[in-house]
């Protein structure tokens, strides 16, 4: 059995852990929005919020949401392109996922129940 130590020890790896991942998701988004001061600041304004719309680049999606946990190739006559992103915890699983067309822009965003 762990010990109460072994596992405190456990618990502050995954609290760094998580705090380098949102520290880098979000280093992402601000390295993004400086390379790109002409974005619409529609847009500007929903990244930093965290959200994400139609009409999106790619490079948008990411400086709100990171980088997709999958990629793929996408069926439908107006998709180029499907990102997947995932959120699990122990008791639930939930995709998101961004539909791009051949211009690379957002034109469908699904989260299936």
């Not at 001061?37 to 529609?42: G, L, S």
């Amino acid at each position: 059995m762990r010990s109460t130590a072994q596992k405190l020890s456990s618990l502050v790896l995954i609290l760094v852990a998580m705090g380098l991942i949102v520290s880098c998701g979000n280093s992402l988004r601000q390295q993004l929005l400086e390379q790109n001061p002409d974005w619409p600041q529609k847009y500007v304004k929903a990244i930093k919020q965290g959200n994400i719309s139609k009409g999106m680049t790619r490079d948008m999606v990411k400086a709100a949401w990171g980088h997709p946990k999958k990629n793929s190739e996408a069926s439908g006559p107006s998709y180029s392109d499907k990102w997947v992103y995932e959120t699990a915890d122990q008791t639930s699983y939930s995709a998101t996922y961004v539909y791009f067309d051949n211009e690379g822009k957002v034109v469908k965003v699904d989260t299936p129940d």
